[in-house]
């Protein structure tokens, strides 16, 4: 059984940082696109960053700010959040898929996490 377990989030000031990790169990997702999402209170739930085979994708709103990485020995995925905005308060999703290219839809990912609070206070 695949399970995705994210930890790191929490309260923390604009401005200050914070890093999400993703712990994958049940299959190796090495080579395969993983990424984060998350979703807004009021709103829909929206791609933030990926990694695959060629490199890792941002949304516009985070370019810059977060960078995400990944350990294929520990089966795990981070996401460093800087310069953190009140407007990037929502549940953060890790995901992974089983196509080797990232993409910035829903639907392209098989397996989630059960999403991580992250709330940046002004």
């Known amino acids: 059984q695949v399970q995705l377990v994210e930890l790191g989030g929490g309260l923390v000031q604009a401005g200050n940082s914070l890093r999400l990790s993703c712990a994958a169990s049940?299959?190796?997702?090495?080579?395969?696109?993983m990424g984060w999402f998350r979703q807004a209170p009021g709103k829909e739930r929206e791609f933030v960053a990926a990694?695959?085979?060629?490199?890792?994708h941002y949304a516009d709103s985070v370019k810059g700010r977060f960078t995400i990485s990944r350990n294929n020995d520990k089966n795990t995925l981070y996401l460093q959040m800087a310069s953190l905005k009140p407007e990037d308060t929502a549940v953060y999703y890790c995901?992974?898929?089983?196509?080797?290219?990232?993409?910035?839809?829903?639907?392209?990912?098989?397996?989630w996490g059960q999403g991580t609070q992250v709330t940046v206070s002004s």
């Open positions: 990694i695959d085979w060629r490199g890792t």
């Open positions: 995901t992974a898929s089983t196509n080797l290219n990232h993409s910035t839809r829903e639907i392209e990912y098989r397996y």
């Open positions: 049940g299959r190796t997702f090495s080579g395969y696109a």
